[in-house]
């Protein structure tokens, strides 16, 4: 516990070092999009803490992670779209453009709330954790667990991917949602918009952190590692298993759909293309290559390889996957607990060696 704090420390402290010198930097060190690229990487690292808080210290591998982050997307988008007005192609006031292309006479009623600033920052973390906790008080009251447990959240994931291809679902279909002019009436091309989501993106995060680290140090925690290791032996000693596993997998579902919200507008588009289950597993991969159960390092895991992903789509695009690949299965075969275990494993050999000096 001590070396968790120790690394949580650490990284919060880089992560206010690199809040202060991205935008001091840009435009003279790095390039114009450097604050709005990191943005985003530090949502997917607040999407991976949320996946190993039920992975890591719930033995729950879940493989439809995506499905929260796109439903918070979707519902930060919605009420982008409303922020354009009559300022889109068509002029419309009320509905959005793909509304009028398709002939919609009136807005659908769950988009209702979504020209309020306040209630779209309840939904985003509504949304995701009413489809979380109503997931999962079937599938873990059903003793669901395991591969099979992985195999259903990769069904509902894709299944949504579907459903909102649809023009008829009213989220825009195969395009999505686009063309964001402003938000709170701050034009998001603005640099200040862009610094400030930037700056709303690493508090996120280091709430995030926080968060999962104050559950899993309590005693909540402690039961939830007992779940993970000996689930069966844990629900002999009278605890309600189903229960701590729904509560963690509701506020991690909660987690990825605010990454989700503070990644729409910083990209300038969602489309169901986020639901797809290959971006599930590669949530896991950035958990793994960190390592699982430490928080630090799937937030770590997921900057590295989102870095990685920027620098090899540019030089060799037909060769990324091969080595998103490759990467997985050599952090399988020789760095199983990832790279802050790792790390941390060095640390005794090197005490020893101390001491033997």
């Known amino acids: 516990m001590r070396q ?49 808080l039920v992975w890591g210290y719930a033995g729950i591998l879940s493989l439809g992670h995506a499905a929260f982050f796109a439903l918070g997307a979707y519902v930060m988008g919605m009420h982008l779209m409303r922020e354009i007005g009559a300022r889109g192609v068509y002029a419309n006031p009320d509905l959005p453009d793909f509304m009028v292309f398709l002939n919609w006479d009136s807005l659908p009623w769950f988009w209702g709330a979504s020209d309020s600033f306040a209630a779209t920052l309840l939904l985003i973390v509504a949304v995701p954790g009413a489809l979380a906790f109503i997931f999962g008080w079937f599938a873990f009251r059903a003793r669901v667990n395991g591969v099979y447990l992985s195999i259903i959240t990769q069904a509902m994931t894709y299944a949504l991917m579907l459903a909102f ?18 938000l709170l009436g701050i034009p998001l091309s603005s640099p200040g918009m862009r610094l400030g989501l930037f700056i709303a993106s690493a508090l996120a995060l280091a709430a995030g952190l926080l968060i999962a680290r104050a559950i899993t140090q309590s005693h909540l925690g402690r039961v939830l590692v007992g779940v993970r290791d000996a689930e069966s032996r844990t629900r002999f000693l009278g605890y309600r298993v189903e229960e701590y596993k729904l509560f963690v997998w509701t506020v991690s579902a909660m987690m990825a759909g605010v990454a989700g919200a503070l990644y729409v507008p910083q990209v300038g588009i969602v489309n169901p293309g986020e639901f797809a289950p290959a971006n599930s597993i590669e949530i896991v991969i950035w958990v ?3 390592g699982r159960g430490t928080l630090v390092g799937a937030a770590l895991g997921a900057m590295v390889v989102a870095l990685a992903k920027t620098l090899l789509t540019g030089w060799l695009p037909d060769a990324w996957l091969y080595a998103l690949g490759a990467l997985f ?12 275990g790792a790390l941390e494993g060095l640390r005794p050999a090197r005490k020893v060696q101390e001491v033997a000096a």
């Open 329 to 340: 299965i050599l952090v399988t075969l020789y760095l199983p607990r990832g790279i802050v």
């Open 288 to 290: 793994a290559l960190g």
């Open 4 to 52: 968790t704090n120790r690394n949580m420390a650490v990284f919060l402290s880089g992560l206010f070092v690199l809040t202060i010198a991205i935008p001091l930097m840009q435009g003279q060190v790095l390039p114009d999009y450097a604050v709005q690229l990191v943005g985003k990487y530090l949502c997917y690292a607040l999407l991976a803490v949320s996946l190993d």
């Open 165 to 182: 291809f649809r023009n008829e679902m009213g989220f825009g279909g195969n395009n999505g949602l686009t063309d964001f002019k402003d």
